[in-house]
């Protein structure tokens, strides 16, 4: 599976949207993008995943570029909730079940 | 519709003992995962199973630990003798085959393990 690169951490006001990059400049046409979230002491948390197309959901968007080189998970209007670690993963379709998380980003929501 | 549920929630015990983690996942769900998740190494995969059988153990590790899945809806993972290394959350998750795109997994709230 293609290795993805996440900011350590980053910081959005309440309200705003919070954008989160992913690089995974080595991913494969057959890989999807996933991203989870873990909120403190719970167990990770599906928010959407895509393959070329963006996707949008009740939780998030996903814009991935024309290249599939990178992608942004997108939160409308983050609130103190949404306070969390993101996990940005690639992963072949149809073939092993592995996800393999790396270290996320650091998401804090300011009141 | 009740998500995936894992016991106990914590566990405090001495090193040499054995430890056994229980989890339900969701019924329906043909897939069970093993994590293990520490402040070191992060999230990990220990091994996972396909309708009931194990198909890549390859994070579990060493000889000390091993999981079971006797049916659908019921996995442990077991420790024996336990370690003080061994202190970690552990998850379980779930998900259904997805074919060509693969379902999500659903995590539990994860086993507090602390080993003294």
């Known amino acids: 599976d293609a290795k993805t690169t996440q900011p350590p951490s980053m910081d959005c006001a309440e309200g705003r949207a919070a954008n989160l990059p992913c690089n995974h400049s080595t991913i494969s046409g057959n890989e999807y993008v996933y991203w989870y979230r873990q909120i403190h002491s719970q167990g990770p948390q599906y928010i959407i995943h895509g393959l070329k197309n963006n996707e949008t959901n009740e939780m998030a968007s996903l814009i991935i570029t024309e290249d599939r080189k990178s992608s942004t998970l997108i939160l409308p209007h983050a609130t103190l909730r949404d306070t969390a670690v993101y996990y940005c993963?690639?992963?072949?379709?149809?073939?092993?079940?592995?996800?393999?998380f790396g270290q996320g980003t650091r998401l804090t929501i300011n009141p | 519709d009740a998500g995936v549920i894992q016991s106990p929630r914590h566990e405090v015990t001495e090193m040499g003992q054995e430890v056994t983690l229980r989890c339900k996942p969701i019924s329906g769900h043909d897939y069970l995962f093993w994590y293990r998740q520490t402040m070191m190494r992060g999230l990990e995969l220990l091994i996972y199973f396909n309708n009931n059988v194990p198909i890549d153990d390859s994070g579990m590790p060493e000889d000390r630990f091993s999981a079971k899945m006797p049916n659908a809806s019921f996995s442990t993972l077991k420790i024996q003798p336990s370690e003080p290394r061994d202190s970690a959350v552990y998850f379980c998750?779930?998900?259904?085959?997805?074919?060509?795109?693969?379902?999500?997994?659903?995590f539990g709230d994860g086993t507090r393990l602390s080993i003294l």
């Open positions: 993963i690639v992963r072949v379709g149809g073939g092993a079940q592995k996800l393999v």
């Open positions: 998750a779930s998900s259904r085959g997805g074919g060509i795109s693969n379902q999500p997994q659903h």
